[in-house]
């Protein structure tokens, strides 16, 4: 069974950066793209960004384009995602996900379309 465990969320000021691991358990990484979404209270889930297998591709929300950045490390099982120049606007639960369906990354912004997601970690950006 896969799992997925997601650490580094916290409280932060405006401007200031975070860095959000997901470590994948129970099936190899290396087969899955991983993603990362967001929700904040009374919204839906929203897409974040998303790495391709190897790490060679990635794409990203507009929202976030520029200032987060996601990698993996797949030796170690692990997806990250560093968050640079956050805005209160940036305050959610932010989740890992995971999907070992073959399809462009770019096609897959929409919650249903990951298998396998972790419990969410607080990020909370104070202005």
């Known amino acids: 069974q896969v799992q997925l465990v997601e650490s580094g969320g916290g409280l932060v000021q405006a401007g200031g950066s975070l860095r959000l691991s997901c470590v994948v358990s129970?099936?190899?990484?290396?087969?899955?793209?991983m993603g990362w979404f967001r929700q904040a209270p009374g919204k839906e889930r929203e897409f974040v960004t998303d790495?391709?297998?190897?790490?060679?591709?990635?794409y990203y929300a507009d929202s976030v384009k520029g200032r987060f950045t996601i990698s993996r490390d797949n030796a170690k099982n692990t997806a990250y995602l560093e968050m640079n120049s956050l805005k209160p606007e940036d305050t959610a639960v932010y989740y890992c996900?995971?999907?070992?369906?073959?399809?462009?990354?770019?096609?897959?912004?929409?919650?249903?379309?990951?298998?396998?997601w972790g419990q969410g970690t607080q990020v909370t950006v104070s202005s």
């Open positions: 129970g099936r190899t990484a290396s087969s899955l793209v």
């Open positions: 790495i391709s297998w190897a790490g060679a591709n990635t």
């Open positions: 996900a995971a999907s070992g369906r073959v399809r462009f990354i770019a096609t897959m912004i929409s919650p249903l379309d990951y298998e396998y």
